[in-house]
């Protein structure tokens, strides 16, 4: 089992950075792929980007287009999303996910962090 702490959001201005972490404790944490999902107030938590285990693999959902980048470092136990061109649809609670399947579906992933906010707004 692993447990994920999301940490790094905020607000932002529309066509600024941040960079969201996702810490990981327990164990294996090499062995799991990782996720980012997000939720927006009254929608449906999202895909946004997917890594696999060795990084060799990545997936981004399609409104990503470019402005995200997923990473990862298995010594540190850390995942990270940075983000780039933000924009107020980016809005959302921001959730880090591991799974043993690398997808992109909500149900690859068993294990999730609590959220962490990003608002951009000017």
């Known amino acids: 089992q692993v447990q994920l702490v999301d940490s790094g959001g905020g607000l932002v201005q529309p066509g600024g950075s941040l960079t969201l972490s996702c810490a990981a404790s327990g164990r294996s944490f090499s062995g799991y792929a990782m996720g980012w999902f997000r939720q927006a107030p009254g929608k449906e938590r999202e895909f946004v980007a997917a890594?696999?285990?060795?990084?060799?693999?990545?997936y981004y959902g399609d409104f990503v287009k470019g402005r995200f980048t997923i990473s990862r470092d298995n010594a540190k136990n850390t995942v990270n999303l940075q983000m780039n061109s933000l924009k107020p649809e980016d809005t959302a609670v921001y959730y880090c996910a591991g799974g043993a399947t690398l997808g992109v579906s909500r149900r690859d992933y068993d294990y999730w962090g609590q959220g962490t906010q990003v608002t951009v707004s000017s």
């Open positions: 890594i696999s285990r060795s990084s060799i693999y990545t």
